[in-house]
């Protein structure tokens, strides 16, 4: 089993993979999978037939964008479903796909329904403000600095919640590869800052420039900053499905709804 969307409309069902892609128990601790138990079955894009074998799947669900020209021989090792989409924007679609795949479209319509009672939440708590803030959502990693677009799965949940955007984040793509020089794109009235909350090479690296960029003199200059408006959230905002989206609604209702 493989694919971020795949794996955690699976964990959101209740049931456990016996195998995933490498790093990604790591990367997404929000679904507190058991690293040392799930075999490691290769880097995404890149799965490893013979540890797939070994594990004698019942079913292979994955995206088409990890499997590419693997299906035919991951067909030979179990029935395998291999959903199509945009991972970041038809997560819904993707996880109602994965539910028929596995005779869970009870469970989908409740996860559904549940989002959109603490979508409502949200959109009703924002309405009632006295001013709308704009929510940015930015990523500091070492050489990629930019910010969250529409085309994002944040920028869908933040869509589906009638949050408003900055300029610069009110688009597919927002400001990409940015220089420290450039930091007023990434401003807003309240900014999320996505941290990876973990104690892996590529956690301690992103943590490394995030204290750098805060130390830069143009980051004291954002608005964000001097109004002491500036949280720090996890990898749920960068992938996933319904729990991911409603750690998302928790995070908005905390800081700013």
Not at 19 to 32: K, Q, R, T, W, Y
Not at 90 to 105: H, N, P, S, V, Y
Not at 124 to 142: C, E, F, G, R
Request: proline share 6%.
């Amino acid at each position: 089993m493989f694919g971020y969307i795949v794996l955690e409309a699976l964990v959101a069902y209740g049931l456990q993979p016996v195998g995933v892609p490498n790093d990604i128990a790591e990367s997404l601790p929000h679904l507190a999978l058991d690293g040392e138990t799930i075999a490691k079955i290769g880097p995404p894009g890149r799965p490893n037939l013979e540890k797939i074998a070994v594990l004698q799947p019942d079913l292979i669900l994955a995206s088409k964008y990890v499997v590419r020209d693997a299906y035919p021989l991951l067909a030979q090792i179990a029935p395998t479903v291999a959903f199509d989409g945009d991972i970041y924007t038809d997560w819904k679609e993707l996880t109602r796909l994965c539910g028929e795949a596995l005779g869970k479209q009870a469970e989908t319509e409740n996860l559904a329904v549940a989002y959109e009672d603490k979508l409502q939440s949200v959109r009703s708590k924002y309405s009632q403000k006295a001013t709308h803030p704009q929510i940015s959502v930015i990523y500091l990693y070492p050489g990629q600095t930019g910010a969250m677009g529409t085309d994002t799965f944040a920028g869908s949940v933040l869509a589906n919640a009638g949050i408003a955007r900055p300029p610069s984040q009110a688009q597919a793509q927002g400001p990409k590869n940015l220089s420290l020089e450039s930091l007023d794109l990434l401003d807003g009235d309240v900014i999320f800052v996505i941290t990876l909350q973990n104690n892996t090479e590529k956690g301690q690296e992103s943590r490394a420039e995030i204290d750098r960029v805060k130390a830069h003199p143009l980051w004291s200059h954002l608005k964000a900053v001097q109004a002491n408006q500036v949280y720090e959230v996890g990898s749920h905002w960068v992938i996933g499905s319904y729990l991911a989206a409603n750690l998302i609604l928790d995070d908005l209702l905390t800081y700013v709804a």
